[in-house]
T-cell receptor, first 115, second 112 residues
Framework: DTGVSQDPRHKITKRGQNVTFRCDPI?????LYWYRQTLGQGPEFLTY????????KSRLLSDRFSAERPKGSFSTLEIQRTEQGDSAMYLC?????????????FGPGTRLTVT | KQEVTQIPAALSVPEGENLVLNCSFT??????LQWFRQDPGKGLTSLLL?????REQTSGRLNASLDKSSGRSTLYIAASQPGDSATYLC???????????FGAGTILRVKS
């Protein structure tokens, strides 16, 4: 069990560029979550999937953000036309649906800096 | 609106001291509550999960309790060590498998 992995770990981009992040969940986990965390705050929910179906999206997920999980395994989060306010740590988590606890396990995060 | 609050925001204690971190939530329709540890620049490590039907969970020197009627959870750390220094976060889920809503965390420093 290698845990949740995220790639890249760090991304520096210029304002207006597009970026894409990848998350690989724990292999048997069918729920996958994306959160965003800014300095000094707790993570804020963005969206989550069960298998390939996107079940909920936060109002934080503006039209510039899109998330996919095409085969129910890994997921990608794309931000188009990045803004300085998008600078944050983007965290991915996974859990096993229908387990009694739905404990969420987090990856190491991708830190985005928009210059 | 579902809100989670953690008090204190920061705490500094000498090594060996027992301590309590607090987590309050506004929505009592809780499914479960998870406590996490986060080291600087890293992801979250799950410490303990308490389901709504439980009152407490223990792991080693850590004990977490849940009081739904008062909307509170506490994380008790016994015999603190410098390696316990980190940010501790609590996250509340209202429905099975649903999102977690987090507090802002408590920054803990254990001095040797």
């Amino acid at each position: 069990d290698t845990g949740v992995s995220q790639d890249p770990r760090h991304k520096i981009t210029k304002r207006g560029q597009n970026v894409t992040f990848r998350c690989d969940p724990i292999s048997e986990h069918n729920r996958l979550y994306w959160y965003r965390q800014t300095l000094g705050q707790g993570p804020e929910f963005l969206t989550y999937f069960q298998n390939e179906a996107q079940l909920e999206k936060s109002r934080l997920l503006s039209d510039r953000f899109s998330a996919e999980r095409p085969k129910g395994s890994f997921s990608t989060l794309e931000i188009q036309r990045t803004e300085q306010g998008d600078s944050a740590m983007y965290l991915c988590a996974s859990s096993l649906a229908f387990a009694s606890s739905y404990e969420q396990y987090f990856g190491p995060g991708t830190r985005l800096t928009v210059t | 609106k579902q809100e989670v609050t953690q008090i204190p925001a920061a705490l500094s204690v000498p090594e060996g001291e027992n301590l309590v971190l607090n987590c309050s939530f506004t929505d009592s329709a809780i499914y479960n509550l998870q406590w996490f540890r986060q080291d600087p620049g890293k992801g979250l490590t799950s410490l303990l999960l308490i389901q709504s039907s439980q009152r407490e969970q223990t792991s080693g020197r850590l004990n977490a309790s849940l009081d739904k009627s008062s909307g509170r959870s506490t994380l008790y750390i016994a015999a603190s060590q410098p390696g316990d220094s980190a940010t501790y976060l609590c996250g509340q889920s209202l429905e099975y498998g649903n999102k977690l809503v987090f507090g802002a965390g408590t920054i803990l420093r254990v001095k040797s």
